[in-house]
Structure formats: C-alpha cells, structure tokens
C-alpha cells in the first residue's frame, strides 16, 4: 500500500487522520508519517485497513 492509497482510502471511509490513527491504534505523527510516505506502513495495518474497507461495502 503506498502513501497516496492510504489517504484516499482514509477519505473515502470518512475519518479524518486523528480518527483514523485511533482507530488502527497508532500515534497519530506515526500515522502522519505513512500518509506523506515517510515510513513503510506495517502488513498488520494493511490487514486492518482491508478490513475496513470490506465493513464499509457491507
């Protein structure tokens, strides 16, 4: 998952970054970091992210 995936997708659930680190459990910088590409986002956070997406469509 690249940077500009993770913030289309995070607009596209409609959370806004704080709520989204929250969600995934993560310190909202660190989350910060990932969306401008700094930083590799952890496979459990992609997993997480799918899932969401998936609950979202249902």
């Given at each position: ?17 704080k ?11 660190t989350y ?17 992210i ?9």
């Amino acid at each position: 998952m690249k940077d500009k995936d993770l913030k289309q997708i995070r607009q596209k659930l409609g959370f806004n970054t704080k709520e989204m680190s929250e969600i995934l459990g993560t310190p909202y910088r660190t989350y910060q970091d990932w969306e401008l590409g700094n930083g590799r986002i952890p496979g459990i956070c992609e997993v997480a992210i799918e899932c969401l997406l998936t609950c979202k469509k249902a």
